[in-house]
């Protein structure tokens, strides 16, 4: 089973694709989708769900793992991110994968065992995890690795 993790952003959108079989855990892919902040909010969603269809279409997961928007100081930033998940949310609704929707918190615990983990706890944990060399980067990619740790035995809404 191919599972596909997803840490949302406008400017840079995380994506990891992982396969799990019998307990056997590996990563496939990870890194970033990104849109040009000079263009317009409209075509920088659009980029966004052609290059997530394109990740998609390449890798068939079998579903899909997202963060929940949680919390942001900045309600311009959480306002973006909201309609960058928007699009992603209905971009893996329309080609049929499963979802489940994470807090940061719940990934946090999931893969190291605390909510207060920070990025580096996390890096090594998934690190160990995967059996990798170096830490995961860039820290969106390594954070939608956790998200598609965490999405191996969640509680799937089907689209």
Not at 74 to 92: F, Q, S, Y
Request: proline share 6%; hydrophobic share 45%; net charge neutral.
């Amino acid at each position: 089973m191919t599972i596909l993790g997803i840490d949302p952003g406008i400017a840079t959108t995380g994506y990891a694709l992982i396969t799990a079989e019998k307990g056997n855990i590996q990563g496939i892919r990870w890194g970033c989708i990104t849109t040009p902040p000079h263009d317009h909010t409209a075509m920088r969603l659009h980029a966004l769900h052609e290059q997530l269809r394109e990740v998609i279409t390449t890798y068939r997961p079998h579903r899909a793992a997202i963060e929940k928007l949680f919390f942001y100081n900045n309600a311009k930033t959480a306002m973006v991110v909201g309609e960058a998940r928007g699009v992603i949310l209905m971009t893996l609704h329309a080609m049929k994968l499963p979802i489940l929707e994470l807090t940061p918190l719940e990934v946090k615990r999931a893969v190291t065992g605390s909510g207060a983990a920070d990025k580096k706890q996390m890096q090594k944990m998934l690190t160990l995890l995967f059996k990798l060399e170096e830490p995961p980067q860039p820290d969106d990619a390594a954070d939608a690795l956790a998200i598609a740790y965490c999405g191996v035995s969640g509680a799937y809404a089907m689209p």
